[in-house]
């Protein structure tokens, strides 16, 4: 019986032994299944976020040259307008310095009689000129471009939308 029971004691070693390497194999396999799957989801996530990244990059790089298309036009009617406010501010000036002749000339007219001709050319000349300074601001403010300005401040607005989108998530 000795040797029966070393025998059977081998066969039952044996059976653990290729049990366990069994198990082994199987747990192996398992992790190698789970590792191609993780390195199949790894290169999609690479595959999306490059193509989102081909997709991205343009059209922002799009919508900043707008933004900058739009704030140089912006700029430039800005300049203009400022020109413009400087001249009218001029000519504003000197229709206040013509106002202030008108009132010496009035007061001139009260002290003397003699010389109500001369006042009244006096004020015909500065009615002429008062009327080619208003002529010549009005000239000026048409010059101003609203319309254009207008469209650029639009412009301006429909490039600014997408971004704040594209940041608001």
């Known amino acids: ?3 029966m029971e070393k ?10 032994q290729y049990e366990l390497l069994a198990e082994l194999l199987s747990e192996q396999k398992k992790s190698v299944r789970n590792s191609q799957i993780c390195m199949i989801l790894m290169g999609c996530t690479f595959a ?5 990244a081909i997709i991205i990059v ?26 413009e ?3 009218l501010d001029k000519l504003v000036t000197q229709a206040q310095d013509s106002l202030t002749g008108l009132d010496n000339l009035a007061a001139d007219a009260d002290s003397s009689l003699e010389g109500i001709d001369e006042m009244v050319q006096n004020i015909n000349k500065l009615v002429v000129d008062n009327a080619e300074a208003l002529d010549e601001t009005i000239s000026k403010m048409n010059e101003i471009d ?4 207008n ?3 639009k ?3 429909n490039v600014i939308a997408p971004l704040a989108s594209l940041f608001a998530g």
């Open 48 to 52: 999306l976020l490059l193509i989102l």
């Open 146 to 149: 609203f319309d254009q300005l």
């Open 85 to 87: 406010m400087k001249e």
């Open 7 to 16: 025998q059977t004691l081998e066969n039952s070693a044996d059976k653990t």
């Open 58 to 83: 343009p059209r922002s790089m799009k919508t900043f040259t707008d933004i900058q298309t739009s704030m140089k036009k912006l700029q430039d009617f800005t300049d203009q307008a400022e020109t």
């Open 1 to 3: 019986m000795d040797e």
């Open 151 to 153: 469209q650029a401040i």
């Open 155 to 157: 412009d301006l607005a």
